[in-house]
């Protein structure tokens, strides 16, 4: 899936929108559905849109400004959608002393994205995150999953190259 910085269009399919429906059917009527609602909207989708909690609202009976309270509330929801490689740096303590902040502004600089935006293209997305406990590494980003650590701006671009 395409994305960019803003104004992502949606582009659900028939397939997404009917397995949403069969889970809201399943458990609309337990109680605290809303979260495992939602996570699974999230699985099938990959993000929340407005579309998407809009549907949650209007076949749950819950109010829209509910569904969004908690898709802002929580960090496990992403209002947008994200990059092929999720890009994440670690903005903690440990890793911002030692140079994290360097790192992200060069992602920033070589992407053309903020956080939480995702390329043009597609290929990448970027967040910050608080830590990732690998502290005796830092400054840490992880893409993937896969951490990289005892980091310095100019190991980015090289870093980023194998994922182009």
Request: charged share 25%; net charge negative.
């Amino acid at each position: 899936m395409a994305c960019k910085k803003q104004g992502v269009p949606f582009a659900g399919t028939e397939e997404q929108r009917d397995e949403l429906l069969k889970v809201i059917s399943e458990l609309k009527d337990e109680k605290g559905a809303l979260m495992p609602i939602m996570q699974k909207a999230q699985e099938i989708y990959g993000y929340l849109p407005i579309e998407v909690q809009a549907m949650i609202s209007d076949e749950t009976g819950i109010p829209l400004e509910k569904v969004y309270g908690v898709s802002t509330f929580y960090s496990q929801f992403a209002l947008q959608p994200k990059g092929k490689n999720q890009i994440s740096v670690c903005l903690g303590t440990a890793c911002y002393v030692k140079g994290s902040g360097e790192i992200f502004k060069k992602l920033e600089e070589l992407l053309g994205i903020t956080n939480g935006e995702c390329t043009p293209d597609g290929k990448f997305s970027l967040d910050s995150c608080r830590c990732v406990g690998a502290c005796g590494l830092a400054p840490v980003m992880m893409i993937n999953g896969e951490v990289y650590g005892r980091l310095t701006a100019d190991d980015i671009p090289g870093i980023i190259a194998k994922y182009e």
